[in-house]
Structures are given as C-alpha cells and as structure tokens.
C-alpha cells in the first residue's frame, strides 16, 4: 500500500453485513481506529464501511463479523485517495465490475505470508509468498497404533520452508493416467512439529491416497500455494514423485487336494498331482505351491499367473537326500496362496501330509589317483630333494656336496628359462613342453569409471605348451616320452 493515511473505505458485496471488524498493520499488529461508520454511495451490489484513524495508520488485513456468519463474502480494503479509491494490497483502483484481490481476513499471524515491495516514494505493494523448497515425502503407513496391524497406503507428506501451513494449498497431476483436468485439489492435514517450526519448516499429510489402488508405481507431479482466504500466490511444484498404492491381499484358495501318482524309484522321481479351487470374490492374479519338508523347510514348487486349477509336480523328494540307502519315505506338507501384484493370501494346507520316498546321495566314483593313492602335491624344496635321489640312484654315487650341486643345478634350470622367456624367446624341454613368451595385440576398450574409448596397448605374457607325451600320459596316469605317445606309422 501507499503512504499511511486516516481514511480508509472497506467494500464488500451486498449479499451479507459486516457487524464487527478488527484491522491489523503489515507486521500483524492490532490498529484501533477512531470511527466506524456505514459508507454511503457505494456501487451497485455492495456495501461499504468508512473507516478512520485519529493518526496516520497502515491496515492490511482485516477480521470481519458477519450477521450471517454461514455465507462469508470477500472484502476489498481501500485507501481513500481525495475519493479515488485504492486497494491497500496492490494500489491498484477499485472496480466493482473487478474487484481484484481480496483484503486477507482472518488471524493476525498471516502477515508472515506476505512480502512488500517499495516502489519508492512511500508505496509499496504486497505479495503472498512462493512455499520454498518444497519436497514430497512418500513413506509406508506404518501400523494402527492399538491394533499393530499394517495400514494401508501411503504416508504422503510435504515438506518446505514457510510458515502458516493451514493455508497451504496442494494440487497433483497423475502423469501416466489419463486426466483431462489435469491437476486437482489435494486435502491435507499440518502435522508441523515445534522442531520443524522453530527452523522456518512447515509439514502437512495428505488426507487421501493420491493414486488408485492398483499396485502399480505412478509418477505425480504436485504443486504447492498459499491461498489467504482466497488472495492465492505463485505455484511451487514438485515434480516427478513416485507412489505406489498397493492392493489388499487376495483371499486363498478354498480348498487344496495334493494326490501322489508315483513315488521315488531309484533314479525315476516321484510326480504329485495338485488341484486348487480359488477363492469366488478375491482370488488373487496367481497362485504360489509349496511343501514343507519333514526338518521344518518350506521349498517352493509352483508358481503360475495363469487360468489353470491344477498341475503335475515331479522329484518333489530332491529336497531331502540320504547319504546312504535304503531310501525311506518321509513327509512333505502341501500348502498353497493366492497372488496379487502387492501382496500374498494366508496358506490354505493340503487335508493330510504325503509321504514320499527319499533321494539317495549318488555316490560319485573316485578319481584313478584316488584309488591308487599316487596324487601328491610336491613343493620346490622337495622336487630338488626327489630330484638328488634319483641322480644318486642313477651314478650310483656323488660327492659329499651332492645335494648342492643337484640344488644349483635345478635353481639354474629354472633361472636360465626364465631369463630366455623374459627376454622374449622360448625354450622347448623334449617330452616335457614349449615355454613362451607370448604377445598379445593392442585392442580398443573402454574406461569402466567414465565409459571413454581407451587403447590397451599390446604387452607380454608367460605361455607354456605341453608336448604330446605330457598330455598324452597325464590322460593315462604314466609318465610317457613323446615317442610313445605319437601313433605308430
């Protein structure tokens, strides 16, 4: 508004009077005026009251009491201008064909929704605020406080910075539901506690699930506004919320009939014959089949999302094998639920329990150096240690470093293939291999961290070659030359 005056004109329409009326100052303060009195050639379909200050003051919002409390109207409060009269919200004139704005009603705090702008020379204009930050908060219900038991839905809570969170105004946007409207109202709730108020945060609960029952996820798109009593601001959205509102469980099966066509039979497995009746009102989308073995543990053996009322289930017994014969039969506990996309029925359990023969663990044959004992695992001490043996028991003697020598002859073997291969060369060992050094070619890959084409450039690795008699005796378990390996001509 302009400058502070003493005069001001309060309109609003003809279809209610204004008994009472309380004014207060831009920062919420109570201004008392000096008189109160009916205005007089007010335009046509309103009344008018004419206000005066005994000393220059600045209304801004006004509390009416109506003789019919039940039928509210807006009020437009005016400065009066030489008898041109302006809206103390915007300076903008009064047009009873268009009003505007209407003058904030109600308790004093709504002046923290509120933000003037000096326009220089004493006017200034005011504006509701933008919510600041907003955010949409979607949790679980949690459970019923008495009951324990699960709510169901969601908890959809909005968070920003900005005080007054009874005037919040909430509308959403269902983004993948055909909406011709679009946005539509959204009622909430404050929930705002002393800690969230004392750091400028307000909070509010929506009232209502947002989007159908369906257990499918829905994007929304919300957006958030002061509405002061109808002098409603900018938007604020939130864009791109996730909910998803999950169905009730279905009802289970109403009976289940679990039949055995053939029990285990060495190696040929057993087959169960199920049959269900799902549930006439809710039945669910699928149906999930279990047995419970006779340690206790539930094993799953059927699921379908199909039409179908029965099924053959084979080798049911796989779930508990003997480690030895003869096999025995033990019993399995049939058990079944009806599905939905969000949630699963309680059991409905088979009349009695069937018994089915048990699978025996396969014995698996040994390994030929298992059954001959001759697998070893020979570390380099003790090769050179074998090795010194048998160089003694082919001379037949050796001198009394014996030992070292065989041991530096070996460190030099293996240090002279080595120094060839790291050179880049090969050594070949007849009956024994080929040892390489090996290049790879340079290739295109990428950077896993940043997904950038990068060059792997080409190095050196270490190959080894068995020759045929190697490979050939290793298969048979002897040792062979590459002679008697080789097919005879």
């Not at 038991?149 to 005080?163: M, T």
């Not at 909406?179 to 929506?206: H, M, Q, R, W």
């Not at 790879?440 to 084409?453: E, M, Q, V, W």
Request: net charge negative; aromatic share 8%.
């Amino acid at each position: 508004m302009s400058t502070p005056a003493t005069s001001y004109r309060l309109f609003y329409p003809d279809s209610n009077t204004v008994t009472a009326l309380a004014l207060f100052g831009p920062d919420g303060s109570a201004l008392t005026p000096q008189s109160v009195a009916d205005g007089s050639g007010d335009p046509s379909g309103f009344k008018s009251k004419v206000i005066t200050f005994a000393a220059a003051s600045e209304p801004l919002f006004a509390t009416p009491t109506f003789q019919n409390p039940g039928s509210p109207v807006s009020l437009y409060l005016c400065r009066d201008d030489a008898g041109t009269f302006k809206q103390v919200m915007d300076e903008t004139v009064f047009n009873s064909a268009s009003p505007g704005r209407p003058t904030p009603k109600g308790d004093a705090s709504q002046h923290l929704l509120y933000t003037a702008t000096d326009l220089g020379g004493g006017i200034k204009t005011y504006a509701v605020k933008t919510p600041t930050d907003p955010v949409c908060i979607v949790r679980d219900a949690g459970k019923d406080p008495i009951s324990g038991a699960d709510l169901p839905g969601n908890a959809i809570l909005f968070r920003w910075g900005g005080a007054v969170p009874t005037l919040l105004e909430v509308e959403a946007d269902i983004e993948d539901i055909t909406d011709p409207a679009g946005f539509f109202p959204v009622g909430v709730s404050n929930i705002t506690t002393y800690a969230e108020s004392s750091v400028g945060l307000s909070l509010v609960k929506s009232d209502s699930q947002i989007v159908p029952q369906d257990g499918l996820g829905h994007v929304v798109n919300f957006r958030l506004r002061y509405n002061v009593n109808g002098d409603a601001g900018p938007w604020a959205t939130v864009s791109n919320a996730y909910i998803q509102f999950d169905l009730d469980p279905p009802n289970p099966p109403t009976s289940l009939t679990v039949q055995l066509l053939r029990d285990r039979v060495d190696t040929v497995p057993d087959v169960v014959k199920v049959d269900w009746v799902k549930d006439g009102t809710v039945p669910g989308d699928g149906i999930e089949i279990f047995a419970t073995d006779y340690l206790g543990k539930k094993h799953i053996l059927y699921t379908s999302n199909g039409p179908e009322l029965t099924c053959r289930i084979d080798n049911v017994s796989r779930f508990v094998v003997q480690d030895t014969g003869p096999a025995v039969a033990r019993p399995y506990v049939f058990s079944i639920v009806a599905t939905n996309l969000s949630a699963k029925s309680s059991e409905k359990t088979a009349a009695a329990p069937l018994n089915i023969t048990s699978k025996v663990k396969a014995v698996e044959p040994p390994t030929p150096d298992e059954t001959a004992g001759t697998a070893r695992d020979v570390e380099y001490a003790t090769l050179k240690a074998e090795v010194h043996t048998a160089v003694l028991a082919a001379l037949g003697a050796l001198p009394a470093e014996g030992q070292a020598i065989v041991n530096s002859a070996v460190d030099q073997i293996v240090l002279k293939i080595k120094d060839v291969v790291a050179k880049g060369g090969s050594v070949t060992l007849a009956d024994f291999g080929i040892i390489a050094a090996k290049w790879t070619k340079d290739r295109l890959a990428r950077n896993p961290a940043t997904g950038a084409p990068v060059v792997v450039p080409a190095y050196r690795s270490l190959g080894f070659t068995p020759s045929i008699g190697f490979k050939v005796g290793t298969k048979q378990g002897t040792v062979m030359t590459d002679a008697q390996a080789k097919p005879a001509p």
